[in-house]
Antibody
């Protein structure tokens, strides 16, 4: 069974940093690209970023709203994807979801982890 | 960026009756590889999103056949043939043909 478990969320002050982790199980992690999405309280879904699998260079794409502040990485030996979030703003407050990308579509979503940016 | 526009934003439906949601993109979603990466997701209250339909009309594993997707280019539709109580939630269309990936605003399906 495919499972994605996010962790690392919490309350953080504006300008500080936080690193989210996504621990995967039930599939060969290195064979898949991964993405992060977020959902602000009571709002719709927003794509955050995408990391290709290593065979395609493990390169990344980001939404304009997080580019140069957020960095995605992956450790295939541990089946973990990371989202390093720097210079956090109040508007980054959201539930952050980790997802698996199956080439043609995003097929599995984690349960999400809440990040609250507030002074 | 590609703008995705869903209509309606709210859809009260009687149990057992059909429902339909439209999604329009600001430009064609046909990728250079010939595929159209348009998906539909369902988000039940308090739950993460769940994939229903991918590449316009393909039902994901375990999705009931009362859900169907259609369309091409810039116009897409999700249909529920007979709404059941478990279908209550918000439905989103999402395009992954071009970065940044973008979503429609969401359509809330509720029971009358």
């Amino acid at each position: 069974e495919v499972q994605l478990v996010e962790s690392g969320g919490g309350l953080v002050k504006p300008g500080r940093s936080l690193r989210l982790s996504c621990t995967a199980s039930g599939f060969t992690f290195g064979d898949y690209a991964m993405s992060w999405f977020r959902q602000a309280p009571g709002k719709g879904l927003e794509w955050v970023g995408f990391i290709r699998k290593k065979v395609y260079g493990g390169t990344t794409e980001y939404a304009a709203s997080v580019k140069d502040r957020f960095t995605m990485s992956r450790d295939d030996s541990k089946s973990i994807a990371y989202l390093q979030m720097n210079s956090l703003r109040t508007e980054d407050t959201a539930v952050y979801y980790c997802t698996r990308e199956d080439g043609d579509y995003v097929d599995y979503w984690g349960q999400g982890t809440l990040v609250t940016v507030s002074s | 960026d590609i703008v995705m526009t869903q209509t309606p934003l709210s859809s009260p439906v009687t149990l057992g009756q059909p429902a339909s949601i439209s999604c329009r993109s600001s430009e064609s979603l046909v990728h250079s590889d010939g595929n159209t990466y348009l998906s539909w997701l369902q988000q039940r209250p308090g739950q993460p999103p769940r994939l229903l339909i991918y590449k316009i009309s393909n039902r994901f594993s375990g999705v009931p056949d009362r859900f169907s997707g259609s369309g091409a280019g810039t116009e897409f539709t999700l249909k529920i043939s007979r709404v059941e109580a478990e279908d209550v939630g918000v439905y989103y269309c999402m395009q992954a043909s071009q970065f940044p990936w973008t979503f429609g605003q969401g359509t809330k399906v509720e029971i009358k």
